[in-house]
């Protein structure tokens, strides 16, 4: 296993370039099953959950190739229609495949997914939108089996707002026959681009960018192509980088609409952002003021920039509350923050941070994707030295962070193969 070796405190300045969605590109790949042919994805993320996905189309009869960030998927060749545990438990997106098999084979056996182990995060949104569909869909020995002659177009409606559930309705409800209705769907940036990616594959889909969906079924689609959007996450995070740290950092390739919830709120605390058609530029605050959040579904603050709001907070002067509305034990780095001298307690579903004057490096342990991240932003600012320990699933959602940290006036380094 890696780990990342950070001597904090030093002041970060420059331009990062914001690489290519992962959520995006995770639902992106699975919607090329939906057609026959060749499709190329630009702008692709090197993370290890692409990794993943790739691993698990090939096992479908997809052959797939990345080259300079530019993904090409043959889809001609598939011939089994079964997403294998020993690749599914790594990712719970894996469940996307679930929809498009159905839709075009009539088919699919889905391992239940793994990932991140926090919080509530139900199928059965997904399971009850592919049977509204007219599919039979049972649960066996830890599988999703999935059977249709066809799908039929129905109204779904989803009492929580889901992006996994409405990715694959989207996708499962557009070669159903008649017309399908989608409520309360979810309008993250990554559902928009998925559907936008359908109607280029041929799809007829109304609605886009809302919570209200409706898709006019057709008999088939054909490949496309299509540029994964910037992810916001990792511009968010390299955002509040650039707040801990001091000087002035612009992201390149970036799209500020997507990033309004983030962005308002370090505005808040003290930052001064300024934003082009795709940069946003960000100068860090004389002072950092305590700014409360809730993280919520899109528009909202997202859940995955409160672990690295947290960090922010922990330095900030006075005290604040982040709380999540979505998941409700996401708070697995407050012990290790506490180890580098934060002072947090943890009720329910919040944490009330109050902010101190600086943290002291120490070693400490990532538990999950943004986790990871958060340490690695309290590490910056870190007195000493903090050894960020189990990097690879900072892995799965940030390429290269050390390179690009680097790059800006960070000093870190990752130590590769030793036993921790």
């Known amino acids: 296993m890696d780990k990342f070796v950070i001597n904090g405190g030093r002041t970060l300045n420059g331009s990062v370039a914001i690489s290519g969605a992962k959520n995006a590109t995770l639902a992106l790949m699975p919607a090329t099953i939906l057609a026959g042919g060749i499709s190329r994805l630009s702008n692709t993320p090197a993370l290890r959950d692409v990794t993943t996905m790739s691993a698990l189309l090939r096992t479908m009869g997809i052959d797939i190739e990345m080259r300079e960030h530019t993904l090409t998927l043959d889809t001609r060749g598939i011939d089994k229609f079964e997403a294998p545990y020993e690749h599914v438990k790594k990712m719970r997106a894996s469940i996307y495949v679930l929809g498009p098999l159905v839709a075009r084979f009539g088919q699919a056996k889905v391992s239940l997914p793994g990932g991140c182990a926090w919080g509530p995060r139900p199928v059965n949104l997904h399971i009850e939108a592919i049977r509204k569909l007219g599919a039979e869909v049972d649960l066996q020995e830890g599988y999703i089996v999935a059977r249709a002659s066809h799908l039929e177009g129905a109204r779904i409606h989803f009492d929580v707002s889901s992006v996994g559930a409405t990715g694959n309705a989207l996708m499962a409800s557009v070669l159903a026959r ?243």
């Open 178 to 420: 008649g017309t399908t209705v989608i409520d309360n769907a979810a309008i993250e940036p990554e559902i928009t681009q998925l559907a936008e990616y359908l109607v280029a594959m041929g799809a007829r889909i109304a609605g886009l960018g809302t919570n209200r969906l409706e898709v006019e079924g057709v008999r088939e689609l054909h490949a496309a192509d299509a540029t994964t959007i910037p992810d916001r996450i990792e511009a968010g995070t390299f955002l509040v980088a650039g707040a801990l740290c001091g000087g002035t950092i612009t992201l390149t390739g970036a799209q500020a609409g997507h990033l309004t919830a983030i962005i308002a709120k370090l505005e808040d605390a003290g930052s001064e952002i300024s934003a082009t058609s795709d940069t946003v530029t960000i100068k860090a605050p004389r002072k950092l003021r305590s700014v409360d959040v809730t993280a919520s579904i899109y528009p909202g603050f997202p859940t995955d920039m409160q672990a690295q709001w947290t960090a922010l907070m922990a330095v900030a002067e006075g005290a604040s509350v982040v709380t999540d509305s979505i998941y409700f034990d996401r708070f697995k780095h407050i012990p290790e923050l506490l180890r580098l001298g934060a002072d947090i307690d943890v009720k329910d579903n919040a944490a009330f941070v109050r902010g101190v004057r600086s943290l002291t490096g120490a070693k400490v342990m990532s538990t999950d994707l943004r986790a990871s991240a958060s340490l690695i932003l309290a590490g910056l600012i870190a007195r000493g030295t903090t050894e960020v320990l189990r990097v690879y699933h900072l892995d799965r959602g940030y390429e290269s962070i050390e390179k690009k940290l680097r790059a800006l006036g960070a000093d870190i380094k990752r130590v590769t193969g030793e036993e921790f």
